[in-house]
Nanobody
Framework: QLQFVESGGGLVQTGGSLRLSCAAS????????IGWFRQAPGKEREGVSC????????YYVDSVKGRFTISRDNAKNTVYLQMNSLKPEDTAVYYC???????????????????WGQGTQVTVSS
């Protein structure tokens, strides 16, 4: 059974850092581009960052450019999101997802993603 397990979320102060992990089981991760999405209360789900199958192409939403870094280790079947200089507006549930589409397309449209994790809560206090 295809499954994602996200971890690494938590409570952090403004300016702090967190590293999210997305571990895949039941399928070979490098068959897919992988993305991180987030959803804050009362808001739509937003594509934060996506990475291609090889890791050679990445996409970031403007609000996280220069602060977040996505990476993947296909040997470990895991994708990471390093989040630095966190802001209260980064507070959300963060999900990882898999897609066969290119990184910009999958990050721009949640419906283009085939498999989703359960999410991990990130809370940034002011």
């Amino acid at each position: 059974q295809l499954q994602f397990v996200e971890s690494g979320g938590g409570l952090v102060q403004t300016g702090g850092s967190l590293r999210l992990s997305c571990a895949a089981s039941g399928f070979i991760l490098d068959y897919y581009a992988i993305g991180w999405f987030r959803q804050a209360p009362g808001k739509e789900r937003e594509g934060v960052s996506c990475i291609s199958r090889s890791g050679g192409s990445t996409y970031y939403v403007d609000s996280v450019k220069g602060r977040f870094t996505i990476s993947r280790d296909n040997a470990k079947n895991t994708v990471y999101l390093q989040m630095n200089s966190l802001k209260p507006e980064d507070t959300a549930v963060y999900y990882c997802a898999a897609s066969t589409h290119d990184v910009q397309a999958m990050c721009s449209a949640s419906e283009l993603n085939d498999y989703w994790g359960q999410g991990t809560q990130v809370t940034v206090s002011s």
